[in-house]
Nanobody
Framework: QVQLVESGGGLVQPGGSLRLSCAAS????????MGWFRQAPGKQRDLVAA???????KYADSVKGRFTISRDNAKNTVYLQMSSLKPEDTAVYYC????????????WGQGTQVTVSS
């Protein structure tokens, strides 16, 4: 049974930073592609960033240059460093594992809320 546990969300002012973490268990973490998705109220859940087992990264255009995804295979953990946060980054952030940045396994963590507001 794969479990994904996200943490690190919170309330931050515009221009601020946060680092999200996702701890995975029950999976072949080191060989998986890992990704961060987000869902704002009334909107679909979209891919924000992904990192392959070979550390190739992919980002949504809206976060390029501001967000950085990384992974620590020894800890089975994937991170999302978010900087220069904007109100439009407000959403629930979820991590997910998969085969490639376009083929994902069908399970999710509980998510972590990120709110960017003054």
């Amino acid at each position: 049974q794969v479990q994904l546990v996200e943490s690190g969300g919170g309330l931050v002012q515009p221009g601020g930073s946060l680092r999200l973490s996702c701890a995975a268990s029950g999976s072949t973490f080191s060989s998986d592609t890992m990704g961060w998705f987000r869902q704002a109220p009334g909107k679909q859940r979209d891919l924000v960033a992904a990192i392959t087992s070979g550390n190739i990264t992919k980002y949504a255009d809206s976060v390029k240059g501001r967000f950085t995804i990384s992974r620590d295979n020894a800890k089975n953990t994937v991170y999302l460093q978010m900087s220069s946060l904007k109100p439009e980054d407000t959403a629930v952030y979820y991590c997910r594992s998969g085969v490639t940045p376009t083929i994902w396994f069908d399970y999710w963590g509980q998510g972590t809320q990120v709110t960017v507001s003054s």
